[in-house]
């Protein structure tokens, strides 16, 4: 019995793998279109004509810099 | 007492570097350990390892550093995608379930992977580059220059060093990057991403730059603050799976090399060109920097400073009156850049220039050791036939095999940190040989033949042979090879007359030292050829089983490791060796 559960859950695992594979395509298919398409059109039709060139310069380092993630 | 971990992860070059006080006590690539070249993987080994030799438990830290600001990569990476959808669907569905998954956790997996409880930290990607290039080196004040792939946003960036601070002041930022564009050629060239920049570099003096110009017309703008622009239409690096563009095809007539297949001369001309244009604009750069900075002193770090060619002409036509390079400049430095940030700029700790004494240069043994204790269990095991010697018959026993044109592998002392084998994991031979530059890379690291080998030189007789003025311990400068002494040295001068000069000093590594000084002595001559201790595809050897190994599936003859010196033909016949030395193509060069 023990032998049944653990094949079935084996199938049952590979299956929601591949599931799991298409839903995140599907949904990350969708939110490219619904969501960067439109900002990109938009941020094409802000920054026409811009183009940034020389050197850049950075901000000092704020207060915390090295506990942050960003 | 405050220690640091500092961690480089998930890119390429995975590493860990541990710092205590300010002086680092150990810094190793993972590769060493997974047997995969440049793997990105979490460093679990090269941690372990560095805590084992620091003789400190995980909770003793005082914190864990990142060397780069993981929320800010993933927004330039969103931003990208936004800049240029609707192309880059494919890229964007390969890299989200990853950052979703697992990147975008890295806080939560160090804790996990380490069990550590205590702070976690994160530097910039290129302020981790600048403390690992500025910190080490022996100067209290310096201009400071970094240039690499990507980090974050930044590509390249200018800045200043003294004492425990550093600012970076200016940059260019994605997709404008030096490293990308010789990392494009480096693919449309047929080698790997990430890791044949190298090969490009080696095969550039069999070329002539025919197609400069085609390069600065179509791919790059450069001003003359050595600030530059690429045409990003020529390139598939922003969203595709690949570096380059059909449009960039179109430019160059053809297809990307296809690895392994003949290289003509066309792709020597390109490769000479891209390198042309390269040394141009780093050059460009510095001297921008030296006007700006007013600093009469130069560190470099960034995978682009591994380019020791444009390294020379810095050197040479900058301005500066020093240059001082990390030697593993490229991402696996950015675990010591980043601990040694924390350790001086957050947690205040004093900063002894050279990392060691006061004067002191900057050491780059920092990985395993072994003791006789460790290595003779292991040759017993495999039934190794060995000798046991003093130090001074070791060194007359290998220094006679040499002039005899044996080829040596050589393991002594601590792995070195970064790409370059400086006398620990070594492979060595009579520099003076013509024929055997083509014997080891046919016979032992089973490479193309366009390859070059470096030159390991007693420091106090480099101006004798090369034209350089001024000691290069860690083989990242390149330097011709003096007119009076055109031919003497063949083995290590490449097609051009150059060479990758390494300058051996007493204080950096004894006993290699006083090899070369016995070489000379015997020769007449006191260089020798260095090469790493590995075969293609395969990370330099870490261990004494891997050298074992790797010492009888390849073409040495003599190996001395520790006090132990091994003949090839006294060893047993008929052993089966598995493991390192076979011919692996296994690369792990993650890309995002």
């Known amino acids: 019995m023990k032998k049944i559960w653990h094949a079935v859950r084996t199938v049952l695992l590979a299956v929601g793998k591949v599931l799991g594979r298409i839903n995140t395509t599907i949904l990350l298919t969708l939110l490219f279109y619904l969501l960067l398409l439109p900002l990109s059109i938009i941020r094409k039709i802000l920054e026409r004509g811009k183009k940034g060139t020389g050197w850049i310069e950075r901000a000092p380092l704020k207060e915390g810099h090295y506990k942050k993630q960003y | 007492m405050a ?71 993933l927004e330039r990476l969103l931003d990208t995608y936004v800049r240029n959808c609707p192309r880059g669907l494919a890229s964007y569905l390969k890299a989200m379930p990853v950052w979703f998954k697992e990147k975008l956790w890295i806080k939560e997996l160090i804790r996990r992977e380490l069990g550590f409880d205590g702070p976690i930290l994160f530097a910039d990607h290129h302020e ?81 730059p025919r197609y400069e110009g085609l390069i600065r017309d179509h791919l790059i703008h450069v001003g003359d603050d ?53 040394e141009d604009v780093v050059l460009r750069i510095c001297r921008h920097l030296r006007r700006e900075s007013g600093e009469k002193f130069l560190c470099m770090a960034g995978g682009v400073a591994l380019n020791c060619v444009a390294n020379g002409k810095v050197l040479r036509e900058a301005g500066f009156e020093d240059l001082w390079i990390q030697p593993a400049a490229g991402d696996a430095g950015g675990a010591l850049g980043a601990a040694l940030a924390v350790s001086h700029a957050h947690l205040g700790q004093e900063r002894r220039t050279g990392g060691g004494t006061t004067g002191s240069r900057w050491n780059a043994l920092l990985g395993t050791s072994y003791d006789a204790d460790e290595i003779q269990p292991v040759l017993d095991g495999y039934g190794a036939v060995y000798e046991r010697l003093d130090e001074s018959s070791l060194i007359a026993r290998t220094v006679e095999a040499l002039d005899r044109g044996a080829v040596v592998g050589w393991f002594q002392g601590r792995m070195e940190f970064g790409p370059r084998a400086l006398g620990s994991r070594s492979i060595l031979a009579d520099a003076r040989r013509p024929d055997i530059k083509d014997r080891i890379n046919a016979g032992v690291k089973y490479r193309e033949s366009f390859r070059p080998f470096a030159p390991a030189v007693l420091e106090e007789s480099v101006a004798d042979y090369f034209k350089l003025d001024r000691p290069s311990p860690y083989m990242l400068l390149v330097a011709d090879v003096r007119d009076d002494r055109n031919g003497s040295i063949p083995a290590v001068t490449h097609v051009d007359g150059s060479a990758r000069v390494q300058t051996v000093s007493a204080d950096d590594n004894a006993r290699f030292y006083r090899l070369l000084r016995g070489f000379g002595s015997r020769t007449g001559c006191p260089v020798l050829l260095n090469t790493s201790f590995n075969v293609r595809g395969e990370p330099i050897i870490e261990s004494p089983e891997q050298a074992y190994q790797c010492f009888m599936r390849t073409g040495l003859d003599l190996l001395v490791i520790g006090d132990f010196l091994l003949e090839k033909e006294k060893q047993p016949s008929g052993l089966e060796i598995a493991g390192v030395g076979g011919v692996q193509t296994r690369d792990r060069g993650a890309r995002e």
């Open chain 2, 226 to 278: 050595g600030s530059f622009r690429l045409d990003t239409r020529y390139f598939s690096y922003e969203t595709g799976l690949r570096m380059t563009s059909r449009r960039f095809h179109e430019l160059f007539g053809g297809p990307p090399r296809r690895p392994g297949s003949p290289l003509t001369d066309k792709h020597k001309d390109i490769a000479a060109s891209i390198q042309k244009v390269t």
């Open chain 2, 3 to 73: 220690r640091v971990l500092g961690i480089s992860a998930f890119y390429h070059d995975s590493a860990a570097c541990l710092v205590e006080n300010g002086q680092v006590v150990a810094a190793l690539q993972e590769e060493r350990f997974s047997r995969l070249k440049h793997d990105s993987s979490f460093p679990s080994r090269a941690v372990e390892a560095a805590l084992r030799m620091g003789g400190c438990a995980i909770d003793e830290l005082d914190g864990v550093v990142f060397y780069e600001k993981p929320f800010m990569k």
């Open chain 2, 128 to 208: 981790s580059h600048a403390a690992s290039a500025f910190f080490p080196s022996p100067f209290q004040s310096a201009a400071v220059l970094t240039l690499d792939g990507v980090g974050e946003w930044t590509t390249t960036s200018l800045g200043r060093g003294q004492g425990t601070r550093i600012e970076l002041i200016s940059e260019v930022r994605f997709p404008h990057s030096l490293g990308l564009l010789y990392t494009a050629f480096t693919y449309y060239l047929g080698f790997r991403v990430n890791s044949g920049e190298y090969k490009v570099m080696g095969l550039a003096p069999y070329g002539e």
